[in-house]
């Protein structure tokens, strides 16, 4: 409904709903941000709770040094004053979205943002500036509620500063990761976000990829030059000698990326008005020097930013007992829906310093608008083991590793204890043949235990090649889940054979839709690796550990001189396979 603001409060891990407000201050010209913003303080004053936004726009209001383009129809300030909020359950997607995307375009072809890049960098040996977040714009059609468009981003990133803001007209659908400020009575906090790395694969690669960016020189200089930026900021309203780095360097996972934070606090009594005088807009959306690297931005950027990079958040009253209360994030991670036109903006972009690499740099773009394409699907992580009344489970100590693995990935907090009380308390309920035991372990950590008779062998797997590749890329081909689009996909396009032979977009053959795939090639048996895109299968994983498997790239092409097929899992064990050709 218009003038509602539903978000995140990450201090208190709770959703608050400010619904049908009392007054509503806005600005649409310069002159009027600090007014209004006044008026937003005396109503916290008068005991109200406020929430809302300032667009990066408004910033030569607290500075007309602060140059950005010129107001273009969008609101540089908007607050609401309410009653208490409502504390909310967390807002989570229907299963079909009640929203419509089309595909997003950038505001820029790929040769403008290299030559953008290209003169950053000769303001930068000409000692202009040091480092400039240069951002850029997706815009795509849209149709239908924007809430829907929120409740998808803000669940696809876990984003602790999620916010929606219904304007009428306007849409914001904020999954902001980053911390612009919290107050707590005196204690001022800033979270700056600076430096990014994608997720990996496996949990392996994933931890790779942390360690990487820890130890990054450049994310870490471009880390620090933001730390020294809000010192120096924070010192405008701090008590002498109270601004402190607690934390440096932190690596933070998000769903798609890791990032980079550090934390700088202080002690203040300053006013709302003199908190944002003092910070906004952040120092990790400008860069350094801010004054002048604001005006760098004003010149190459074509575009206002609007919301984007600006800061959405609310402001509670002290009360009995109770300290007065702030949280702003950074707007990043933010889409703005406008309904009257129809179409989704989206900003992107990153810190542009003397070593950065405009590959690189636009690599960084593509990976930060993954929230864009990715809508979570609901899941469970998965175990089938197999059963037999004389050895018991076959594999055990590594599936536990398998499924702890894939928790420690995707951030389910888990007990193998438990799961292993689960399953000794169903073996001591089976009766004395085979069985298929399949273990399912919620986002919550339940954990949930199946069996089923295991059926004798019916001869060999007849295999068909699936029509068309699976994506190398895909997190779900490297964990066991309920998540089986692909393979379910794959196996509807072949049902008249047996199992699906799957393959990437290089033509590297991958694994099965139900196991493991083993090829003889040159009289020795052989596997594809991991990387090819594929489940690490335990009874693989003992085979490669026995000798009697090795890894290596098998391509559609080597399989007419393959001297034998067989598909692996650790339920039906070594099955012997044809490739049925059609």
């Given amino acids: 409904m218009k003038g509602d603001v539903i978000l995140h409060d990450a201090g208190a891990r709770r959703w608050l709903a400010f619904r049908r407000p009392r007054a509503l201050f806005q600005a649409g010209r310069l002159a009027d941000v600090l007014p209004q913003l006044r008026q937003v303080e005396a109503a916290v004053e008068a005991g109200l709770p406020v929430a809302g936004f300032l667009s990066y726009e408004a910033a030569p209001a607290f ?47 790929r040769a403008d943002y290299d030559q953008a890049i290209a003169r950053i960098k000769d303001h930068i040996a000409r000692g202009d500036t040091y480092q400039v977040n240069y951002t850029l714009r997706l815009r795509a059609p849209f149709a239908g509620d924007p809430w829907s468009l929120f409740l998808a981003l803000a669940d696809a990133q876990r984003a602790r500063y999620a916010a929606f803001v219904d304007l009428g007209r306007w849409a914001i659908c904020s999954a902001s990761p980053e911390l612009f400020f919290t107050l707590e009575g005196r204690r001022l906090e800033a979270r700056p976000m600076k430096g990014t790395a994608a997720r990996g694969r496996t949990l392996a690669e994933d931890r790779a990829q942390a360690a990487w960016l820890a130890a990054s020189e450049k994310n870490r200089a471009e880390n620090v030059m933001i730390v020294d930026m809000l010192r120096n900021d924070l010192g405008r309203v701090a008590a002498v000698g109270s601004v402190a780095v607690p934390a440096l360097f932190t690596v933070e996972r998000y769903p798609t990326v890791w990032q980079m934070t550090s934390t700088v606090t202080a002690a203040s009594g300053a006013s709302l008005v003199e908190i944002l005088a003092a910070l906004f807009p952040c120092a990790s959306i400008t860069g350094a020097p801010k004054p002048r690297t604001m005006r760098l931005i004003r010149e190459l950027e074509p575009l206002p930013r609007r919301v984007y990079t600006g800061a959405i958040g609310f402001v509670a009253p002290a009360g009995p007992g109770r300290p007065r209360r702030a949280q702003f994030n950074v707007a990043i991670r933010t889409v703005l829906v406008d309904r009257e036109a129809g179409q989704a903006e989206y900003g992107v972009g990153g810190g542009i310093v003397w070593d950065s690499d405009a590959a690189d740099e636009y690599a960084e773009c593509q990976i930060k608008a993954r929230v864009l394409q990715r809508r979570r699907p609901a899941f469970q992580l998965l175990e089938s083991l ?72 019916a001869g060999p797997v007849r295999l068909a090649l699936a029509p068309g590749p699976v994506d190398s890329g895909d997190v779900f081909l490297f964990h066991k889940t309920t998540q089986r689009a692909v393979y379910d996909e794959a196996r509807a396009a072949c049902l008249a054979a047996d199992d699906t032979l799957l393959w990437n977009e290089r033509g590297e053959i991958t694994e099965t839709c139900f196991g493991n795939i083993a090829v003889r090639l040159d009289g020795a048996w052989v596997t594809p690796p991991v990387t090819c895109g594929l489940l690490a299968g335990t009874y693989r994983a003992q085979l490669l550990a026995d000798g009697r498997l090795t890894e290596r790239i098998v391509r559609r092409a080597d399989l007419p001189r393959a001297q034998g097929l067989a598909v692996l899992n650790s339920v039906r064990l070594w099955r012997e396979a044809i490739l049925e050709t059609r």
């Fill in 63 to 109: 500075d007309p040094v602060l140059a950005t383009h010129p107001p273009d129809g969008f609101p540089l300030l908007w607050f609401g004053a309410y009653d208490a909020p409502e504390v909310i359950p967390a807002p989570t997607p229907a299963p079909e979205p009640g929203h419509d995307l089309g595909e997003w375009t950038p505001s820029q072809t």
């Fill in 386 to 457: 197999r059963w037999e009344p004389a050895g018991g489970y076959g594999l055990l100590d590594r599936h536990l590793a398998r499924l702890r693995d894939s928790a420690d990935y995707f951030g389910v907090n888990i007990a193998l204890e438990q799961v292993e009380a689960r399953l000794r308390a169903l073996a001591a309920t089976l009766p004395g043949k085979a069985h298929k035991v399949r273990v399912l372990v919620g986002e919550d950590g339940g954990v949930t235990c199946q069996a089923e008779p295991l059926a004798p062998p």
